[in-house]
């Protein structure tokens, strides 16, 4: 199954929303993650099941979607948020989306 | 807190095996809630998923890679191990363990992650 996540950067301010897109080449029902990756890190997980906050993702995190379009919404983009998010399946083998790389404007 | 180390050679020869461990600590590898993971990071690039194993020994791999992988478990020392034979400047990566949860006998995501260990391959 292959995610494709767009846009490929997000050119935001701190306090801006952060809309970003995951599709998949086949329907996964909601059985998708997000992850965020800071630089020198090790990814962490914020969204499980399409729309399930990991423990300790702060309510500005939200997940939704089902089928083959899913969405991860920051609503106020805090100085810590700046980061490359990816998208993964668990339908089948596990497999990630090439990553959304949200930066400072 | 849960803990994942990984160790092992940061420089392995084209044509020779790759191995690592990952030490998991504040945990025991033999909980039936748990499985084990390998995913990967080329530098700059995103991330590839390996392989997964169980206690038990059960394991499953990415299907591009199965041909030259092996994911092994030992339980006496609180640790799993990959083995990812004939390496190429291909397989230079940061290679992550992590766990996943196991709920009804499905791997799910993976929640927590070892801090990765940079292989380069390269003579």
């Known amino acids: 199954i292959v995610l494709t996540q767009s846009p490929a950067t997000l050119s935001l301010s701190p306090g801006d929303r952060a809309t970003l897109s995951c599709r998949t080449s086949q329907s996964i029902s909601s059985y998708l993650a997000w992850y965020q990756q800071k630089p020198g890190q090790a990814p962490r997980l914020l969204i499980y099941d399409a729309s399930n906050r990991a423990t300790g993702i702060p309510a500005r995190f939200s997940g939704s979607g089902s089928g083959t379009d899913f969405t991860l919404t920051i609503s106020s983009l805090e100085p810590e948020d700046f980061a490359v998010y990816y998208c993964?399946?668990?339908?089948?083998?596990?497999?990630f989306g090439g990553g959304t790389k949200v930066e400072i404007k | 807190q849960l803990q994942l180390q990984e160790s092992g050679p940061g420089l392995v020869k084209p044509s020779e095996t790759l191995s690592l461990t990952c030490t998991v600590s504040?945990?025991?590898?033999?909980?039936?809630?748990?499985?084990w993971a390998w995913i990967r990071q080329p530098p700059g690039k995103g991330l590839e998923w390996i392989g997964t194993i169980y206690y038990s020994g059960s394991s499953y791999y990415n299907p591009s890679l199965k041909s030259r992988v092996t994911i092994s478990v030992d339980t006496s020392k609180n640790h799993f191990s990959l083995k990812l034979s004939s390496v190429t400047a291909a397989d230079t990566a940061v290679y992550y363990c992590?766990?996943?949860?196991?709920?009804?006998?499905?791997?799910?995501?993976?929640?927590?992650w070892g801090q990765g260990t940079l292989v380069t391959v390269s003579s």
């Open positions: 504040d945990g025991s590898i033999t909980s039936s809630s748990y499985y």
């Open positions: 993964q399946q668990r339908s089948n083998w596990p497999t």
């Open positions: 992590a766990k996943q949860p196991r709920i009804s006998g499905t791997a799910y995501y993976f929640d927590y």
